[in-house]
């Protein structure tokens, strides 16, 4: 089965500075790659996803790169604000497929001080 | 918001109880997924349901098991609880095989 790797644990960064997470993956199906944030206490929340046909997707500071030779997938969050502070999950998943679901890995501490 | 909703919100069992845990999914949405997530860790798949029937599971034993309902809603039984099923549970839904999952905010549970 599938097997996601995520680092650093724990990242903290001067507001402004830029911010990259990342993640590799086992199972050469997966061929779709979220990025999750969750507040203390709170649901996490879809904040990017890029799938196996796309090498880079861009949504304003939010950045997200796949390599699938090397299965790894990145999170660039660039002019980082206090309010980015969260923990990131990313994920992966052989979408399209019946009975898959996101694997998620161990979580990203990000913490932004102004 | 997602439009997926999970009740109760925190929940004390003793060890040896059981629990339900409900769901009720964004209208339309017939996939739905359960994970669990011990402090400091990533959601864990347990098990998913489309149209009422189970299509997947993860490495949870037997004890864990659900039920999906007509109107979009589902249920996560959890029997004789140990200490380590303590955790958040997140139910997220989806339509189809669609990529994008909504999830709900989830139910703490604590088994003492």
């Known amino acids: 089965g599938e097997n996601v790797e995520q680092h650093p644990s724990t990242l903290s960064v001067q507001e402004g500075d830029s911010a990259v997470i990342k993640c590799t993956y086992s199972d050469s199906a997966s061929n779709y790659f979220p990025w999750y944030k969750q507040e203390l206490g709170k649901r996490p929340q879809l904040i990017i996803d890029?799938?196996?046909?796309?090498g880079e997707k861009k949504d304003q500071r939010i950045a997200v790169t796949l390599n699938k030779t090397a299965k790894h997938f990145s999170l660039h969050i660039t002019e980082t604000q206090p309010e980015d502070s969260a923990v990131y999950f990313c994920?992966?998943?052989?979408?399209?497929?019946?009975?898959?679901?996101?694997?998620f890995g161990k979580g990203t501490t990000l913490s932004v001080s102004s | 918001e997602t439009g997926v909703t999970q009740s109760p919100t925190h929940l004390i069992k003793t060890r040896g109880q059981q629990v339900t845990l409900r769901c009720s999914s964004q209208?339309?949405?017939?996939?739905v997924s359960w994970y669990q997530q011990a402090l400091g860790q990533g959601p864990q798949f347990i098990f998913q349901y489309y149209r009422e029937e189970e299509n997947g599971r993860g490495n949870f034993p037997p004890r864990f098991s659900g039920l999906q309902f007509p109107n979009y809603s589902s249920e996560l039984n959890v029997n004789a609880l140990e200490l380590d099923d303590s955790a958040l549970y997140l139910c997220?839904?989806?339509?189809?095989?669609?990529?994008?999952?909504?999830f709900g905010p989830g139910t703490r549970l604590t088994v003492t």
């Open positions: 997220a839904s989806r339509l189809g095989a669609q990529e994008q999952q909504y």
């Open positions: 209208s339309g949405h017939n996939t």
């Open positions: 994920a992966a998943t052989p979408a399209n497929q019946a009975g898959t679901a996101l694997i």
């Open positions: 890029i799938r196996s046909n796309v």
